[in-house]
């Protein structure tokens, strides 16, 4: 009898695949890339012949504005993003909120509260109206039939859970109140998770594949709060956020992001289902160090470049370090992206394109 020889032929995945695929801590047929942990749209940071040549394995929906929202941002469109007003979305949401970091004096909308009761009076915004959620199942569609991965980030003041609760109460009353006032901290917190938890179901609804959790607990060389204090106050109310979504897609995958130093939390966000961390910042945390600890169960999503690699390192340097990453963090479980914001000024279109090949070419 003639001997058959059977081969494995590799079939490629589309970016969906790709994605979920690492998100579990499988190996992809290449590594998938995106800009970032949320929306970044390619038309606002390249040349429009640069946009339509180059792609990400993963997109982001986010809540549609109201018209109070785009009329707020039209107020910040004529300023150079690189102002302290920030970006007119930004100027939109802080307004939504009463956060006014320009006033020192009214900075914080919650920190004159003398009372229990006006926490609970103060109103967060309404962001589930029909006219905003209508269409966000129908925009998921239109990127899982470009056989992309769709993920969705929860609207807030900067963060979950810690941030926005400091920008509310402002950072040193917060601080004060999970110390002296601790009942005061968890009726703001419970409040907070209310609010991302019937959004997170909204994203799941509409059929998000990822959902972003985002929460700067962390600075550069240690985290703003301590591990026990992250366990007593947030660990709960996140795992709280990812089961409201999980019961309404069971499948769905989770990233969080905290800018700066958070590993003592790793294997907490682990266990209450955390499937990826972002950015891990190279010059806060060791993304190899991390991998020898959690292996590819826990998915590495950033890595890529220090504060100022994309704005002044050559194209170059950028392919190079995108190489030594997937050299030494290997393509299980990897997702690469630059580890810091990519929507600056002086960011030349170059370094972004760069990038984007090299995750193509090497990964």
């Known amino acids: 009898m003639r001997e058959v020889s059977l081969r494995f032929i590799e079939v490629p995945m589309d970016a969906r695949t790709r994605v979920l695929t690492a998100l579990d801590g499988g190996e992809p047929d290449r590594v998938p890339c995106a800009l970032g ?3 970044v749209t390619l038309a606002a940071l390249l040349p429009p012949e640069q946009a339509q040549a180059v792609t990400v394995d993963v997109e982001f929906v986010r809540f549609p504005p109201s018209p109070e929202d785009e009329t707020l941002r039209q107020t910040g469109r004529p300023f150079s993003p690189d102002t302290r007003l920030g970006t007119s979305e930004q100027i939109a949401t802080y307004a939504r909120w009463g956060y006014q970091p320009h006033d020192p004096e009214q900075r914080n909308p919650l920190a004159r509260a ?3 009761d006006e926490l609970q009076s103060f109103p967060f915004p309404d962001v589930n109206t029909p ?10 569609a239109q990127f899982h039939a ?3 991965a769709v993920g969705g980030s929860l609207p807030h003041l900067g963060g979950e859970l810690f941030e926005s609760a400091w920008r509310l109460r402002g950072l040193e009353n917060f601080l004060l109140d999970m110390v002296e006032r601790p009942d005061w901290a ?8 209310a609010f991302a938890c019937r959004n997170a179901e909204t994203l799941a609804r509409a059929g998000i594949d990822v959902l972003s959790l985002a929460d700067d607990v962390g600075m550069p060389g240690s985290m703003m709060i301590g591990p026990e204090t992250w366990r007593a106050f947030f660990k709960g109310r996140m795992a709280t956020i990812i089961q409201t979504a999980r019961a309404i897609n069971e499948s769905i995958r989770v990233v969080f992001h905290s800018d700066g130093y958070f590993e003592p939390i790793i294997a907490d966000l ?11 910042q190279p010059d806060h945390m060791d993304a190899l160090q991390i991998r020898r600890q959690f292996g590819a169960r826990l998915a590495l999503w950033g890595t890529i470049g220090r504060q100022t690699t994309f704005s002044f390192a050559t194209p170059d340097y950028i392919r ?26 002086d960011i030349p279109w170059r370094n972004i394109v760069a990038f984007l090949e090299a995750v193509k070419t090497y990964g």
Do not use: M, W
Request: charged share 25%.
């Open 146 to 148: 470009r056989g992309l």
């Open 37 to 39: 942990f949320s929306r």
């Open 270 to 280: 682990l266990d209450i289902g955390v499937n990826a961390i972002n950015p891990l």
């Open 186 to 193: 968890h009726f703001l917190l419970d409040r907070l998770t």
């Open 114 to 116: 003398q009372t229990l």
């Open 320 to 345: 190079q370090e995108v190489r030594q990453r997937i050299a030494t963090l290997g393509r299980a479980g990897l997702i690469l992206s630059p580890a810091y914001d990519i929507d600056e000024p």
């Open 131 to 140: 006219y905003q959620v209508e269409g966000l199942a129908e925009e998921v």
